[in-house]
């Protein structure tokens, strides 16, 4: 009765509340007993309602019947409800009416744990009332996690009011989560008060994610005032991205002082990058070191940025296809555009934007595409030289097409322009401490480029070779780099430096460590018995007396194949990877095409296939087989769909001389599926691996899945090195990369790589022409030969920087992982 006296009270949206309130109430009383029974849960919420009720019932403004009502509604709140309740309570008295507004907005605005603590927080501000805080619910309940943050910093401020704090609310949940954390650090300034605050809060809600990350760091520089602040977020709020990311690592990696940030800011990075290159000349030795320091810590971000410009890519940097790209909405291909820079949006907008309109899809996206890739190397030309040093000098990281096609071009540009080529002057110019110097050469190594910084002049280049060396020479993975990149080398140098560097050698391997002196040893012998046309009288005489005093090296048993081993079963087998993006289709149709126009008869290769190939599939591939060598203009990308979308795989087979040939085609699906693939390929003892199409699949098509194999111990060292196995790299190279495959492969390798710049018109005919060779000869066949009878592929300059088996990177490899050189008898005079 006493009930339903007061229900006239509610309004009709609070009587569908306390429906539901009263449903709740019901069935947790209904379980009650069980509840207790079972311990803890019941006894922490009624020690929470019987606090929450202490407080409601001292309220002097209720009768005897509302306390007992709110006790009843008070069981069926949440804790986390109960405890903002209790907030409420403390306020000044309130009225009956008050409580039954809040229960309703309790139960239409639940609060998390963290937003309670929020609230707590709040209300304990000076100037919050019943009013304030019935907004501040429903206002708090809306917080994310980065703005619940950010809004508690500013409770510490001496001028911040409840009120103020509240009207923050809708500003902070649109920052993401980058300004917040700029926002936060601002806020924890010493002298930062709410006023001054929020004259630059929409500034600060215009940051790009670059920008936000620079002001943090430079907020959270220890001796840092409010002016200073304030003035570098005006410049901050300027930066290009590139500066600004640059910005952040300097003062993340070198912490200088505020003053001495803010000197970086008007000096440097607000700076257009025309007056940065001329800026860094006026910086002495600790500040250009200063500036490398941040610049190298930053490298990655700049580097992911440049690489994911290589194609359009998606959020993961992975290339979309074309076939992806024309299904693609129209929107989405704008939003692609419209995250390039604005000078190539203004460059390439009025062409994309015609192409859109008129929906011309397919005109649209290679704009698209023409804009990326314009884009890729704008940013690289408007990089300063000394940043471009930095990403360099980290050259593992950057694709092959990246460091080779994109940033080495500008770079040398520069060194023409500014440094009248010559590298010895670059590096006084940026590094006079020499930082980066020893990253930067063994980079270039690695990537093929070591020649193209040289200078002409001999003196100069003995200077460099002095760096060089120092480099090249420290360990024996450094000088394995090294020799890949040695002849190229020799090719440029003036014959007094190239004598020079023999010298430089010789000593070494007399002074430096037993491993890297076998190494060097067994170059210098090997560029005596095999290019002397490098070497003058005088150098041929300081080796004879290095051999005389080590022993005369044989290179024969580096030069033996497995072909015989390979042919005791009458059939050679290869498996060639293909990645599903457009290099790899358009790889795949090139190796198809000349397999078939070589007599190669397709059918499914089950073996190698990740589920079994059905009757229909089979029919499929026979029907895409036809006469023809071409195999129909429609066969072969339909082909590949089928591949790609039912993960079999195809094969390409001859009978030559009584042996059967065999080139299994497979595409990448997954990792789990490639390492099922790799290992069939190792325990049928199958010849020949092949990676096609991009340097940057080789991760995911070889690398990752044998390590996984290898650490769960399914490939064995014992499998790796039963048999000599022949791996075909067809992309770009990198001879880091050679290295670590030479070491996966547990040494028993041989292996066509470059590292330059990868080409199908010699990764088609000699992968197609070295199983045709092995099944034509005799078993007496060496490396030797086989380059020779290769070298039609190689003619006109074509592939120069290819490494073929047998030459002195791989044989160096092989000595250092496995095999100890032979002795001879010292040569007769």
Known sequence: MSFMFHIHNFSRKQLIALLFLSIALFAML???????????PLDLQHASWRQTVSLYQRNDCLTSEQVAYGKEIIKGLSYNSQRVLRIFCSLPALGFAQYQ????????????????????????????????????????????????????AFFELPDTTPGFALELIPLLNKLPAPTHQALQAMLAVKGMTAKNITTVLLTIHRLSESQAMALKAYAQLEDLDTTT????????????????????????????????????????????????ETQVATFNKGQKKQLLQ???????????????????????????????????????????????????KVRYGNQFTSAITSRQQGTAINILREATSANRSYIASSLTSINIYALLSQGSELYDSSFRNILVPVLQRRLRDNFSDNLLLFFEA???????????????????KLASFFPKNSQQQQQV????????????????????????????????????????MITAAEETNSEVARLLIAALQYYQQHQQEFLTREDQEKLSLLEQKHGRLSFAQFLQTPFAEWKQDNQLVSLSLFHPDDDGRQSFYSFARYLRQKGYVLEPAPAYSAVAISPLQRQEINTL??????????????????????KASVAFTRTL????????????????????????????????????????????????????????????????????????????????????????????????????????????????????????????????KVTNASTPFFQSGRGQDYLQPGSLPAILHKMFINQPATLLPPKKS
């Open 657 to 784: 001389n009584h042996i059967t040939i065999r080139h299994v085609l497979s595409v990448y699906a997954t990792q789990e599926e490639q390492q099922d693939k790799l290992l069939n390929f190792f325990t049928s003892g199958h010849e020949m691996l092949i990676q096609r199409g991009h340097s940057y699949w080789r991760k995911e098509q070889i690398t990752d899945p044998m390590t996984s194999l290898i650490d769960q111990n399914m490939l064995t060292q014992k499998m790796l090195k039963n048999k000599q196995r022949f791996l075909s790299i067809g992309s770009c190279g990198g001879v880091k990369v050679y290295s670590h495959l030479n070491q996966l492969f547990a040494g028993s390798v041989d292996i066509l790589a470059t590292i330059g710049t990868g080409l199908a018109e010699i990764n088609t005919p000699y992968n197609t022409f070295l199983f045709e060779f092995v099944a034509t000869h005799g078993e007496a066949a060496t490396w030797d």
């Open 625 to 646: 087989s036809p006469q023809d060598e071409n195999i129909g203009s429609l066969g072969l990308p339909k082909l590949f769909r089928l591949m790609e979308t039912e």
């Open 430 to 448: 940026v590094d006079p401490t020499h930082f980066l110097v020893a990253q930067f050469i063994t980079s270039c190594a690695q990537k093929g």
């Open 101 to 152: 507004n809040i229960w309703s907005l309790l139960i239409n605005h639940p609060l998390t744990f963290e937003q309670v603590r929020i609230f707590e927080q709040w209300s304990e501000l000076t100037g919050t009332d019943y009013d304030l805080s019935l907004k501040a619910v429903p206002a708090i309940s809306a917080l994310s996690y980065a703005a619940g943050k950010t809004f508690v």
């Open 465 to 504: 070779l002095d760096l060089v060396a120092k480099s090249a020479f420290r360990d024996p993975a450094s000088l394995l780099v090294f020799t890949a990149t040695m002849q190229p080398l020799f090719k440029i140098l003036k014959t007094e430096a190239r004598s020079y560097f023999v010298q430089k």
């Open 294 to 344: 941040g610049m190298q810590a930053g490298a990655q971000t700049l580097i992911w940025e440049i690489n994911d410009l290589h194609a359009l890519t998606d959020r993961f940097g992975m290339e979309l296809s074309s076939s992806v790209l024309r299904k693609m909405p129209t929107k989405e291909l704008r939003r692609y555009f419209h995250h390039l820079s604005p000078v190539i």
């Open 30 to 40: 209904e379980g009650s007993t069980a509840t207790t029974a079972h311990g803890a």
């Open 229 to 276: 602040l304030f003035e570098g977020l005006s410049l901050i709020s300027r930066l290009r991205k590139e500066d600004a990311w640059n910005a952040h690592f300097l003062f993340i990696t070198t912490q200088p002082p505020s003053k001495e940030a803010w000197d970086w800011l008007v000096m440097f990075f607000a700076l257009p990058p025309d007056i940065q």
